[in-house]
């Protein structure tokens, strides 16, 4: 708790120590992201982090109803929902052992069930030992269990990871080009075979289940998200993002990040992450829900 209150008070000074830097960078960013918007459905409020803060939540987002838990590429950070006050911090999330006998070094979209959080963690560029492992979701603190992946049935690592209490299963799929779902039950990580999808999506970054349906969001040309029939295998457009579109070189204008799901009084249901045009901020944008983009 102790610690908790020092990385708090450390935020405030330093925010206000580098605020004219800070300004700045909020002031660039913003610009050039206002460049990259196309034709989307429009958020209805953001949450925005610019600076050091960014590497903590550049990869994913999930929820335990209570605050928001980011994944950054080797940590996690929970915060509350003022998106101020870190409750618990694990910057470097990343066991040891699976450090040295996996080579592991990249956390990607998480995902919160019974208290866990479930993080897929890779051997980023080598993709050998896909691992899906749980933390605690109040400390952070990984919790001893987890599992490796079939490399022959994920060939790119694992870039996300979705929990879907109602059947008792996590989902994963590959990193690109998705043309199934691939499910393992949730308590034992025994292998239960597949979901095929009606149509590929690519470059899945994250997804959450709501109301018996899985809502991915992706990098792909419009950063999209998607939502997916688990019991049909029907895929369809929910809405685009802000980023620029077409893509004139690879996550040129930002990055479409992971996406969860949580009704809040504002209305607002689907709470989405993107990183900005220049990498520097993240961005919580919060969507009501809304009728299909054709």
Not at 97 to 107: K, L, P, T
Request: aromatic share 12%; with cysteine; net charge negative.
């Amino acid at each position: 708790m102790e610690s908790l209150k020092r990385i708090n008070t450390l935020k405030k000074v330093s925010k206000i120590v580098l605020l004219p830097f800070t300004a700045i960078l909020f002031v660039l960013t913003s610009v050039l992201n206002m460049l990259f918007v196309g034709n989307v459905y429009r958020w209805e409020s953001v949450d925005r982090t610019v600076g050091l803060e960014t590497f903590q939540r550049s990869q994913g987002v999930t929820t335990d109803g209570k605050s928001w838990i980011f994944s950054g590429k080797t940590g996690l950070v929970r915060i509350a929902f003022d998106n101020e006050t870190v409750l618990a911090i694990n910057e470097e999330a990343i066991p040891e052992e699976f450090s040295e006998n996996y080579g592991s070094a990249h956390i990607g979209g998480i995902s919160y069930a019974n208290g866990y959080i479930y993080a897929p963690i890779e051997d980023s560029k080598k993709w050998e030992y896909p691992i899906v492992a749980l933390f605690d979701g109040e400390t952070l603190e990984y919790t001893g269990r987890h599992v490796i992946l079939d490399n022959s049935l994920m060939t790119r690592g694992v870039p996300w990871v979705t929990c879907d209490t109602e059947n008792g299963l996590f989902y994963v799929a590959e990193c690109r080009h998705s043309t199934e779902l691939l499910c393992y039950d949730i308590e034992t990580f025994e292998y239960k075979g597949t979901i095929p999808l009606e149509k590929e999506v690519d470059k899945i970054q994250g997804a959450e289940m709501y109301k018996g349906k899985l809502y991915a969001a992706t990098n792909d040309a419009t950063r999209a998200v998607y939502e997916i029939d688990i019991k049909t295998g029907e895929v369809k457009k929910f809405f685009d993002r802000i980023m620029y579109q077409p893509k004139l070189i690879d996550n040129f204008g930002g990055e479409g990040e992971g996406i969860t799901v949580l009704p809040m009084e504002d209305g607002t249901v689907f709470h989405a992450l993107d990183i900005g045009a220049l990498f520097i901020d993240s961005n919580l944008r919060h969507y009501k829900e809304k009728p299909y983009t054709e």
